[in-house]
Protein backbone atom coordinates (compact mmCIF):
# COMPACT_ATOMS: atom_id res chain seq x y z
CA UNK A 1 0.00 0.00 0.00
CA UNK A 2 1.27 3.73 -0.93
CA UNK A 3 2.78 5.57 2.38
CA UNK A 4 3.72 8.77 2.88
CA UNK A 5 7.73 9.02 3.61
CA UNK A 6 9.28 11.74 5.14
CA UNK A 7 13.06 12.53 6.12
CA UNK A 8 14.45 12.76 8.87
CA UNK A 9 13.13 10.46 11.18
CA UNK A 10 14.71 12.29 13.54
CA UNK A 11 17.08 15.93 13.89
CA UNK A 12 19.09 17.79 16.31
CA UNK A 13 19.62 21.22 15.37
CA UNK A 14 20.70 24.45 16.97
CA UNK A 15 18.95 27.42 17.28
CA UNK A 16 18.88 29.79 14.75
CA UNK A 17 20.19 27.27 12.25
CA UNK A 18 17.83 26.49 8.99
CA UNK A 19 16.07 23.06 8.70
CA UNK A 20 14.57 21.39 5.47
CA UNK A 21 11.72 18.38 6.69
CA UNK A 22 11.36 16.52 3.37
CA UNK A 23 8.30 14.40 2.17
CA UNK A 24 7.15 11.96 -0.20
CA UNK A 25 3.57 12.27 -0.59
CA UNK A 26 1.47 9.36 -1.82
CA UNK A 27 1.80 9.63 -5.71
CA UNK A 28 -1.62 10.06 -7.35
CA UNK A 29 -2.54 12.57 -4.50
CA UNK A 30 -2.85 16.45 -4.78
CA UNK A 31 -3.22 18.05 -1.64
CA UNK A 32 -1.30 18.13 0.58
CA UNK A 33 -0.31 19.32 4.15
CA UNK A 34 2.05 19.63 7.20
CA UNK A 35 1.51 19.52 10.97
CA UNK A 36 3.18 19.63 14.24
CA UNK A 37 2.97 18.31 17.07
CA UNK A 38 4.64 19.29 20.41
CA UNK A 39 5.05 16.31 22.93
CA UNK A 40 2.03 15.55 24.75
CA UNK A 41 -0.13 18.25 23.41
CA UNK A 42 -2.69 18.02 20.05
CA UNK A 43 -1.87 17.64 16.73
CA UNK A 44 -1.84 21.20 14.95
CA UNK A 45 -2.31 22.29 11.75
CA UNK A 46 0.50 24.49 9.93
CA UNK A 47 -0.29 24.97 6.24
CA UNK A 48 -2.49 23.46 2.97
CA UNK A 49 -0.91 23.32 -0.38
CA UNK A 50 -2.71 22.17 -3.96
CA UNK A 51 -2.11 23.22 -7.23
CA UNK A 52 1.93 24.48 -6.63
CA UNK A 53 0.66 27.14 -4.00
CA UNK A 54 -0.39 27.27 -0.17
CA UNK A 55 -3.98 27.04 -0.26
CA UNK A 56 -4.26 27.73 3.91
CA UNK A 57 -2.08 28.62 6.30
CA UNK A 58 -2.91 28.41 10.49
CA UNK A 59 -0.82 31.44 12.72
CA UNK A 60 1.63 29.22 13.78
CA UNK A 61 3.07 29.64 10.09
CA UNK A 62 4.65 32.66 10.22
CA UNK A 63 7.50 34.14 8.13
CA UNK A 64 10.09 31.85 9.33
CA UNK A 65 7.85 29.10 7.66
CA UNK A 66 7.91 27.79 4.08
CA UNK A 67 6.87 25.11 1.90
CA UNK A 68 8.00 23.88 -1.62
CA UNK A 69 6.84 20.96 -4.21
CA UNK A 70 10.65 21.05 -5.66
CA UNK A 71 9.75 18.52 -8.09
CA UNK A 72 7.03 16.73 -9.19
CA UNK A 73 7.54 14.31 -6.29
CA UNK A 74 8.75 16.22 -3.14
CA UNK A 75 7.30 18.02 -0.52
CA UNK A 76 9.44 19.93 1.79
CA UNK A 77 9.05 22.47 5.26
CA UNK A 78 11.93 24.82 5.46
CA UNK A 79 12.32 26.57 9.19
CA UNK A 80 14.47 29.16 8.55
CA UNK A 81 15.57 29.83 11.88
CA UNK A 82 14.76 27.93 14.61
CA UNK A 83 13.21 28.22 17.88
CA UNK A 84 13.53 26.25 21.15
CA UNK A 85 9.44 26.08 21.03
CA UNK A 86 10.12 24.39 17.34
CA UNK A 87 10.59 21.40 18.62
CA UNK A 88 8.45 19.10 17.86
CA UNK A 89 7.10 16.60 15.84
CA UNK A 90 6.14 17.30 12.26
CA UNK A 91 3.71 15.18 9.93
CA UNK A 92 3.76 15.38 6.42
CA UNK A 93 0.33 14.25 4.92
CA UNK A 94 -1.82 13.84 1.55
CA UNK A 95 -4.85 13.24 0.14
CA UNK A 96 -6.64 12.42 -3.57
CA UNK A 97 -8.61 14.34 -5.24
CA UNK A 98 -11.86 12.41 -5.55
CA UNK A 99 -12.38 8.83 -5.79
CA UNK A 100 -13.45 6.31 -2.51
CA UNK A 101 -10.47 7.63 -0.40
CA UNK A 102 -10.52 11.20 -1.31
CA UNK A 103 -11.85 12.30 1.89
CA UNK A 104 -9.36 10.60 3.76
CA UNK A 105 -5.82 12.47 4.70
CA UNK A 106 -2.63 9.71 5.19
CA UNK A 107 0.01 10.48 7.01
CA UNK A 108 3.96 10.05 7.51
CA UNK A 109 5.49 8.51 10.32
CA UNK A 110 6.97 11.92 11.08
CA UNK A 111 9.93 14.30 11.79
CA UNK A 112 11.29 14.68 15.12
CA UNK A 113 12.83 18.21 15.03
CA UNK A 114 15.05 18.81 18.11
CA UNK A 115 16.03 21.89 18.98
CA UNK A 116 18.66 22.65 21.55
CA UNK B 1 -14.56 28.29 13.51
CA UNK B 2 -14.79 23.81 14.13
CA UNK B 3 -13.86 22.71 17.32
CA UNK B 4 -13.47 19.09 18.56
CA UNK B 5 -13.50 18.08 22.45
CA UNK B 6 -12.21 15.21 23.80
CA UNK B 7 -12.98 15.06 27.70
CA UNK B 8 -11.28 11.70 28.44
CA UNK B 9 -7.97 12.59 29.23
CA UNK B 10 -7.22 8.70 29.40
CA UNK B 11 -9.10 5.29 29.66
CA UNK B 12 -8.24 1.72 30.97
CA UNK B 13 -9.65 -1.69 29.95
CA UNK B 14 -9.07 -4.67 30.23
CA UNK B 15 -8.29 -7.25 27.34
CA UNK B 16 -11.03 -8.40 25.24
CA UNK B 17 -13.63 -5.96 26.70
CA UNK B 18 -15.31 -3.67 24.74
CA UNK B 19 -14.02 0.63 25.38
CA UNK B 20 -15.93 3.09 23.92
CA UNK B 21 -13.98 6.90 23.19
CA UNK B 22 -15.69 9.87 23.43
CA UNK B 23 -15.93 13.29 21.13
CA UNK B 24 -17.99 15.82 20.14
CA UNK B 25 -17.61 18.69 17.95
CA UNK B 26 -19.28 21.73 16.79
CA UNK B 27 -19.37 23.20 13.74
CA UNK B 28 -22.27 24.96 11.23
CA UNK B 29 -21.16 22.50 8.24
CA UNK B 30 -24.18 20.23 7.12
CA UNK B 31 -21.56 18.05 5.19
CA UNK B 32 -18.12 17.21 6.89
CA UNK B 33 -16.18 14.19 7.67
CA UNK B 34 -14.98 12.74 10.83
CA UNK B 35 -12.26 10.58 11.62
CA UNK B 36 -10.54 8.64 14.39
CA UNK B 37 -6.59 8.13 14.28
CA UNK B 38 -4.53 5.97 16.48
CA UNK B 39 -0.93 7.23 17.74
CA UNK B 40 1.20 4.24 18.74
CA UNK B 41 4.47 5.14 20.80
CA UNK B 42 6.26 5.08 17.71
CA UNK B 43 4.61 8.38 16.72
CA UNK B 44 2.63 7.39 13.50
CA UNK B 45 -0.94 8.60 12.66
CA UNK B 46 -2.78 6.13 11.49
CA UNK B 47 -6.00 6.25 10.55
CA UNK B 48 -8.91 4.04 12.11
CA UNK B 49 -12.25 4.94 10.85
CA UNK B 50 -13.92 7.55 8.67
CA UNK B 51 -17.57 8.43 8.81
CA UNK B 52 -19.90 10.74 6.27
CA UNK B 53 -22.20 13.15 8.11
CA UNK B 54 -24.35 12.48 5.23
CA UNK B 55 -24.16 8.65 5.57
CA UNK B 56 -26.72 7.87 8.24
CA UNK B 57 -25.08 4.65 8.74
CA UNK B 58 -22.55 4.24 11.37
CA UNK B 59 -19.40 2.96 10.47
CA UNK B 60 -17.18 0.01 10.72
CA UNK B 61 -13.73 -1.42 10.75
CA UNK B 62 -13.33 -5.17 12.08
CA UNK B 63 -13.36 -4.71 15.76
CA UNK B 64 -14.23 -0.74 15.62
CA UNK B 65 -17.11 0.70 15.26
CA UNK B 66 -18.38 4.51 15.62
CA UNK B 67 -22.13 5.76 17.08
CA UNK B 68 -22.15 9.20 14.94
CA UNK B 69 -25.11 11.28 16.26
CA UNK B 70 -25.63 14.34 14.06
CA UNK B 71 -27.80 16.24 16.14
CA UNK B 72 -26.25 16.19 19.32
CA UNK B 73 -22.48 16.43 17.32
CA UNK B 74 -20.92 13.16 18.78
CA UNK B 75 -18.77 11.02 17.08
CA UNK B 76 -17.51 8.01 19.83
CA UNK B 77 -15.58 5.27 18.80
CA UNK B 78 -16.10 1.63 19.93
CA UNK B 79 -13.32 -1.09 19.91
CA UNK B 80 -14.43 -4.61 20.63
CA UNK B 81 -12.41 -7.39 21.95
CA UNK B 82 -9.20 -5.25 23.07
CA UNK B 83 -6.12 -6.42 22.35
CA UNK B 84 -2.67 -4.83 23.59
CA UNK B 85 -1.34 -3.90 20.21
CA UNK B 86 -4.87 -1.26 21.14
CA UNK B 87 -2.57 0.43 23.09
CA UNK B 88 -1.88 4.32 22.22
CA UNK B 89 -3.23 7.58 21.74
CA UNK B 90 -6.57 8.13 19.64
CA UNK B 91 -7.59 11.46 18.06
CA UNK B 92 -10.96 12.20 16.85
CA UNK B 93 -10.55 14.62 14.21
CA UNK B 94 -13.34 17.00 11.80
CA UNK B 95 -12.38 17.88 7.85
CA UNK B 96 -15.65 20.11 6.88
CA UNK B 97 -15.24 19.80 3.32
CA UNK B 98 -13.11 18.27 0.78
CA UNK B 99 -11.96 21.90 -0.95
CA UNK B 100 -8.62 23.24 -1.54
CA UNK B 101 -7.86 24.02 1.60
CA UNK B 102 -9.64 21.31 3.56
CA UNK B 103 -8.14 20.71 6.91
CA UNK B 104 -8.14 18.59 9.55
CA UNK B 105 -9.11 19.36 13.38
CA UNK B 106 -8.19 17.06 15.87
CA UNK B 107 -9.10 16.95 19.77
CA UNK B 108 -6.23 16.96 22.31
CA UNK B 109 -6.85 13.16 22.22
CA UNK B 110 -7.00 10.58 24.43
CA UNK B 111 -4.74 7.62 25.89
CA UNK B 112 -5.97 4.07 25.97
CA UNK B 113 -4.14 1.43 27.77
CA UNK B 114 -4.82 -2.42 27.19
CA UNK B 115 -4.31 -4.25 30.85
CA UNK B 116 -3.11 -8.08 29.73
Known amino acids: EPEVTQTPSHQVTQMGQEVILRCVPI?????FYWYRQILGQKVEFLVSFYNNEISEKSEIFDDQFSVERPDGSNFTLKIRSTKLEDSAMYFC??????????????FGEGSWLTVV | AQTVTQSQPEMSVQEAETVTLSCTYD???????LFWYKQPPSRQMILVIR??????QNATENRFSVNFQKAAKSFSLKISDSQLGDTAMYFCAFMKHLGANSKLTFGKGITLSVRP
Open chain 1, 93 to 106: ASRRQGGVSGNTIY
Open chain 1, 27 to 31: SNHLY
Open chain 2, 51 to 56: QEAYKQ
Open chain 2, 27 to 33: TSENNYY
